[in-house]
Structures are given as C-alpha cells and as structure tokens.
C-alpha cells in the first residue's frame, strides 16, 4: 500500500517496491491459507477470512490514488484487526504480520509505527508457543523478523520521499532556468537599447569634435579673410578648402563609426602635429608638442579620445584664448598615457564656470562630452585656470598594461 498516502511521484520512485510489498503480502496469505488447509483449520471460516483480508487490501488499492494519510491509517487498523481473527482461526496466518510491519512503517510516523509493531510482535511470539516451552529462537526470531521490516519499510519511505523531493528540486531547477532565460532575453534588450544610446552619444561627441572644429575653422578664416589682401586672401581660401575638405572626409568616418581621418593612416603623435601646424598657420599662434614616453602602440579608443580632447581644446584657444603660445604635451608611461595642454591665453574662473557656458574650455558641450568620453574609458579630465594666467588641460587614461 505504498501508493495509498502519495502522489504521482512518489508512485514513480517506489513503484517495484511497492509490486514487491503486494506480492509479498498475497504470498503470505497464501502460505498461511494453504498450511491452515493441511492442519486441519475450520474450511470455512479460514476462507471467509481470507476473503475479507485479501479484499480489504484490495479497497486499499482501489482507493489509493484518492485516499488521504489518516483514512489510510484506519484502513491499517482494520486491515491488522481482519488478520488477528484470522490469527484467533489459525495460527498459520501468523506471518502476515511482516506485511504489517512494512506498511506500518510507511503510514506511520516512527514513535507511532514502533508502538504498532510491539503489540503486533507480542501476538507473533504468542502464537507459537501452542503448549511448548519457551526458546530464545521464538522471541529472538520474530523481533528479529519485526525490526527487519520496520527497517525495510523506513528506508523504502525514505527513498521515496527523497526521489519526490529531488523531482521538486528538478521542477525549481527548470523553472529558475526559465526565469534566468527570461531575463537574459530582457538583459539583451536592455543592453540592445544601450547600445543604441551609445552610439548616439558617440555620433554627437565625433560631430562635435571632428566636424564642428573643421566648420569653426573655416568660420574664423572666412572671417579674418574679409580684410586680407590678395596674397592672405588666396592662403585664407586653401586654409578654408582644406578645413572644408577635412570635415568631408570626416563625416564619412563618423557615419562608417570609422577612427577620425587623422588616425586612419599615423598615429595619435602625427595627428597632433597636423592638428598644431594647422593652428599656427590660421592663427600665428605658437604651437608646440612634446612627446614623453612610448606612445607609438596605443588603443586606438586611447587615440581616438586624446584626439578629441585635443582638438576640442585647441579649438577653443583658437577661438577664446587670445593666447600667443600653447604647449601640448603627451606623456605615455606602462599603465596610463596623459595629455597636457597649456596655453598662456586670457584664462577664466573654473569656479564660476558652469560646463553650459560656450565659450569655456572646450566649448561647453565640448567639455562635458569630452570627460563623459575619457570617463568611459576609465580616465578623467581636469582644468586649471584663472583670469589673465591662462589654462592648463590634463586629459588621462589608464591603459591597464594591454597595448594594441
């Protein structure tokens, strides 16, 4: 009666167990029955007995699947009371009780199943004694025989309720799996929008830097050109043809998420250079780079984001500093690389700057976007500045001792 208490589960993990327990139960009715016929028992009484305990077991079955624990436990009950009267009809039946014993052990919880079983086993040993002596071999052999089943049927519930309890686990596993399923597939999404966010960022930060400095220049050299000569007038024009065309080429790389036209071909060092000798020939301005340290093998995000910092700044010195003289300095060490850029230009006060204002270092947008760019990449910006001493930038990132 194994199935009687349980669910489906329990049915799948103790299911031979259980085939087992019913033939064993049939077999010692059977045995009991035959010897009783051999001895000389009362026919009909013996089969009306039969009759009864093979049926009650049989209610028992048929009501397994709908059955609840303490209903079964009566079913026990009447089910022990059947086989002592077929005990009290023939002594032969006596064996029966090692079925008691296994279901006892499976309904019933320890202290209860150990109560049953001695009343049980008392009945057992008595009915052998018929006249005869007492022996150790008829205690010994019966407690024996008890203790044995009620271990049986202990450690048949025991692997039951563990193969039900793995199966839960099993269940809680897929369900978790499903929820972790669920949520990656919300995570890419989430990440799928970032990333669009990103690149949207990137776009404006490379049109700022790249395309917004190339219309500045040509803004400024269009304007000092309204009162040159013939000679500064045609130096003005390819100044402006060249910024135009840069800023072409630009776009293009900024579409095609490209390094800026600088980068494509030299790296970060003689992309300053360029940078600096156009400043100085559209402005007069002294511009002068030093190089400290390796710098030759840098990510080209390291590049790609000094350039920026760097032409946003020198953009500003062309447009606000009123400076005669800047010094670009670019110092590459094992774990970091930083660029310095100081200008001896009219200067302003940091302190009373907010990074909205235009015409500050780096423009303002060109400021904010420039240290949300070296932020990313885990550096960080700082300007020192006062009115009439001129800036000093410092942009610098780490490069974590990987060089591409």
């Not at 271990?151 to 048949?156: D, K, P, R, V």
């Amino acid at each position: 009666m194994t199935v009687m208490a349980h669910d489906g589960g329990e049915r799948g993990a103790g299911s031979l167990l259980s085939r087992m327990q019913h033939g064993l139960f049939v077999l010692l009715t059977g045995i009991g029955l035959a010897r009783a016929l051999t001895t000389g028992a009362a026919l009909a009484p013996v089969l009306l007995g039969v009759t009864l305990l093979l049926g009650w077991y049989a209610a028992g079955l048929a009501l397994a699947r709908r059955t609840h624990t303490n209903l079964a436990i009566w079913w026990l009950l009447g089910l022990t009371a059947v086989w002592l009267g077929l005990v009290l009809v023939s002594s032969e039946f006596v064996w029966v009780a090692v079925s008691l014993w296994l279901l006892a052990g499976h309904f019933l919880r320890v202290p209860w199943a150990i109560a049953y079983t001695i009343p049980v086993l008392v009945i057992v040993i008595a009915s052998q004694q018929h006249g005869r002596p007492w022996t150790s071999a008829m205690i010994m052999g019966p407690a024996v025989g008890a203790l044995f089943s009620l271990a049986l049927s202990l450690g048949q519930h025991r692997l039951v309720r563990d193969g039900i309890e793995r199966q839960r686990l099993v269940d809680a596993l897929m369900a978790a799996q499903a929820e972790s399923e669920t949520l990656h597939a919300e995570l890419a999404s989430a990440q799928r929008e970032s990333g669009a966010l990103a690149e949207r960022t990137r776009l404006s930060r490379d049109i700022h830097d790249g395309l917004a400095q190339s219309f500045s220049s040509i803004l400024l050299t269009a304007r000092g050109a309204r009162e040159a000569t013939p000679e500064t007038l045609a130096r003005a024009l390819r100044q402006v043809e060249t910024s135009a065309q840069e800023g072409l080429d630009e776009s293009r790389r900024v579409v095609s998420a490209l390094a800026p036209r600088d980068l494509t071909d030299t790296g970060l060092t003689a992309a300053l250079h360029r940078t600096l000798d156009s400043l100085s020939q559209s402005t007069g301005i002294d511009a002068t780079l030093h190089v400290d340290g390796d710098v030759t093998s840098l990510p080209t995000t390291v590049e790609v984001a000094l350039l920026r910092v760097a032409q946003g700044a020198l953009a500003n010195v062309r447009q606000h500093a009123r400076a005669g003289r800047v010094v670009v300095t670019l110092t590459g060490a094992d774990d970091s690389v930083r660029l310095d850029i100081v200008d001896d230009g009219r200067g302003f006060d940091p302190s009373h700057a907010p990074e909205a204002t235009p015409d500050l270092a780096l423009g303002g947008y060109g400021l904010r976007a420039s240290r949300e760019r070296l932020r990313d990449l885990g550096g960080g910006l700082d300007v020192e500045s006062r009115p009439g001493d001129g800036t000093a930038l410092t942009a610098y990132l780490p490069l974590g001792g990987v060089r591409s």
